[in-house]
Every structure is written in structure tokens, then in C-alpha cells.
Nanobody
């Protein structure tokens, strides 16, 4: 079992930055691939970024490449999402997710545990 709690969301102007954090509890964090997803009103949940259990592998959605960075600390049991050069279209609820597998996956259904979400709003 893994429990996930996100923090760091808020309101920011376009061009600004936010850093999301996800604190994980449970024995299996270091063996879990992790992902950040987002869901805007009326849209499907989409993967923003994901990281392998070791942190050596990362993937990003095309829309955030070069602006967002995912990282993890397997000692502190945290996974972070640094978001720079934010755009209004980044506005969404952001979710942290964990898999009971070491490999990265794209679809929400491949993740076993979810946080409650944190709102990110980017004003124009």
C-alpha cells in the first residue's frame, strides 16, 4: 500500500513557476514508478510526467517538455514536479500516482494509487 499527499498548487501568472510535491508513505515507494497527471474541466486525465523507480528514466508530455521537471527522492519518499514558464493551458487539478511496478506507464489505469489532487491555476 502507498498513500500519496500532494502539495504546492496555487494561483500563478503566466510565465511563473510552481513546484508540486508528493509525499508518499508505505513500504513500496522505492519500488514504484511514479507519475504526475492532470485533469482540466471537461477533459480526460492525462499524464504530464513519469519517473522510474530509480529515477533514472523520465518521460514528459510534449506539451510540457522543456518546462517541467520530475524528480524523486527515495530516502525522503517524495516525488516533485518543477513547473516553469507556466501557461494558462496548464490550469488543471494535478495528481500524483504510483504503480506497483518499476516501469513507467502512460495510462491512468496502469497506476494503482492516487493522491487527492492539487489545483494549479495559471492566469493570463
Amino acid at each position: 500500500q502507498v498513500q500519496l499527499v500532494e502539495s504546492g498548487g496555487g494561483l500563478v501568472q503566466a510565465g511563473g513557476s510552481l513546484r508540486l510535491s508528493c509525499a508518499a508513505s508505505g513500504r513500496t515507494f522505492s519500488s514504484s514508478a511514479m507519475g504526475w497527471f492532470r485533469q482540466a474541466p471537461g477533459k480526460e486525465r492525462e499524464r504530464v510526467a513519469a519517473i522510474s523507480r530509480s529515477g533514472g528514466g523520465t518521460v514528459y508530455a510534449d506539451s510540457v517538455k522543456g518546462r517541467f521537471t520530475i524528480s524523486r527522492d527515495n530516502v525522503k519518499n517524495t516525488v516533485n514536479l518543477q513547473m516553469n514558464s507556466l501557461k494558462p493551458e496548464d490550469t488543471a487539478v494535478y495528481y500524483c500516482a504510483a504503480r506497483e511496478s518499476p516501469g513507467i506507464a502512460r495510462t491512468p489505469g496502469a497506476y494503482d494509487y492516487w493522491g487527492q489532487g492539487t489545483q494549479v491555476t495559471v492566469s493570463a
